[in-house]
């Protein structure tokens, strides 16, 4: 049984967040301050996070960084910011999900198992969509038996489209999960050009794509050709 620990001071939310995951079978753990998060997070094995961003004892974004630079356990952000900035700021910090108050309950209830399907994928090491399948450990992309010859740019691109398959995820969320270690800033006219060259790769009609779908003032979405 997956846990899911939930940091929110607001009664009525926890009470519903948490009916419909007990429903699915979930254990839930709702605490409502920082301190008794950390350490619920001490005493059980955690398998994702509901974070609240304003908490009576402290800055939620604050938490977040601290977890993150511990564990990668999934964090999926609630917060009544609906600003731009606010949600990268969040992505930033390392949350894996951002969604802003009010929100439908089964909006967050297929995010948090789409979340949950990527970390088992990732311990397989390998994500398969389709006709194509990613191996994590070589870095490699296959189209059935065949290997498509991808950039380090390209594999992380299409990692992270692949993970959030059926997903739409904006240009802001890419761009921030793009930013690697060494600090190597990917800008928006690198992201269309990748896009672009996997397209070229991927796609039968390059200008009529079927397997990365352009969604129009918003960003892109992964469908596999399906």
């Given at each position: 049984m997956k846990s899911i620990l939930i940091?929110?001071?607001?009664?009525?939310?926890?009470?519903?967040?948490?009916?419909?995951?007990?429903?699915?079978?979930?254990?839930?753990?709702?605490?409502?301050?920082?301190?008794?998060?950390?350490?619920?997070?001490?005493?059980?094995?955690?398998?994702?996070?509901?974070?609240?961003?304003?908490?009576?004892?402290?800055?939620?974004?604050?938490?977040?960084?601290?977890?993150?630079?511990?564990?990668?356990?999934?964090?999926?952000?609630?917060?009544?910011?609906?600003?731009?900035?606010?949600?990268?700021?969040?992505?930033?910090?390392?949350?894996?999900?951002?969604?802003?108050?009010?929100?439908?309950?089964?909006?967050?209830?297929?995010?948090?198992?789409?979340?949950?399907?990527?970390?088992?994928?990732?311990?397989?090491?390998?994500?398969v969509s389709g006709k194509y399948r990613l191996d994590l450990n070589l870095c490699k992309l296959y189209q059935e038996d065949e290997e498509i010859p991808i950039s380090s740019t390209e594999y992380r691109l299409l990692n992270l489209l692949m993970i959030n398959a059926g997903q739409v995820l904006s240009k802001e969320q890419i761009l921030a999960s793009l930013w690697d270690n060494e600090g190597n800033f990917v800008d928006e006219n690198t992201l269309a050009v990748n896009i672009s060259r996997l397209r070229a790769k991927l796609e039968n009609n390059p200008r009529n794509p079927k397997t990365i779908k352009t969604i129009h003032g918003i960003g892109y979405i992964w469908t596999g050709g399906v």
């Open positions: 940091l929110e001071d607001d009664e009525s939310l926890i009470r519903g967040i948490s009916f419909i995951f007990e429903k699915d079978g979930y254990n839930v753990i709702s605490v409502g301050t920082i301190e008794d998060g950390k350490r619920m997070l001490k005493g059980h094995k955690i398998d994702l996070i509901i974070l609240d961003l304003g908490l009576p004892d402290g800055n939620g974004m604050d938490l977040c960084k601290e977890i993150r630079a511990n564990s990668n356990v999934p964090i999926i952000m609630l917060t009544a910011c609906d600003l731009e900035t606010d949600e990268v700021s969040g992505l930033m910090a390392g949350a894996d999900d951002y969604i802003t108050k009010p929100f439908s309950l089964s909006i967050l209830r297929a995010r948090v198992e789409a979340l949950l399907r990527r970390m088992d994928t990732e311990r397989n090491n390998i994500i």
